[in-house]
């Protein structure tokens, strides 16, 4: 068990978050309208694949579900890769286990493009630290990402995807999550419930799924809490 995107973007949002992730997860209550924002947003990435012209997709599932077989995606992003795909969607990557699916890869004459998509109008610092975690990943397994780019949806319907170049602040991020990498992989396997008080992290940046069970009062609370 190690670390996804996912993981590490929830993890530095609320390390408990993270923990009831793997222990707990039966406990996440997510609201209709964030399920069809999320649906959403899903539909926009599918959209963009095809922004730079043909590409290929290395989704693959495991048999009869639609739940991503990771060492399957990992072997065939190999593969495009040996070939030199010029744009690669979905592009897997894991270093000792910590793992992220690229969007988009979009090769140059020295490397490659990371491309983030969000269905959103303009850029967010947490989707900068989403593609800094990729740029991460990717880096370590000694591929050299020359931009990076969070891919926002612009208002010509005709043509809504917009490249914003956040090359230096994703960069500027690959000693943060070196930092805490190893500390989330390190929590996520603990026995014991992760005690934290309830409080801004549990609505900023996103609504957490877990807020009923924190702040319902069945929940482990922090020792200074109970003083
Ligand atoms: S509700 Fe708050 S304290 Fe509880 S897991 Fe979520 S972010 Fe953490």
Redesign the pocket.
Known sequence: MAITKTDFMRGM?????LW?DKHKPGLRVIPPEVQERLDAGNAFGDQAMGMFGPYEEMTVYRPGTTIPDKKAMLAKTQDALARGVPVICEAAFSNYNNYCAADILRKTEKGYDLYEVKNAPEVREQFIRDAAFQNYIICRCGIRIGKVYIVIHGQDEANPFVPVDVTGDAKGYFQWINDNIWDLNRMQKEREEIR????E??TIPYE????G???GGN?AVSEESMV
Do not use: I, S
């Open positions: 949002q609320c390390r408990k978050m009831l934290t008080d309830p409080g992290q549990c957490c799924w877990y807020y069970y924190c702040h929940a």
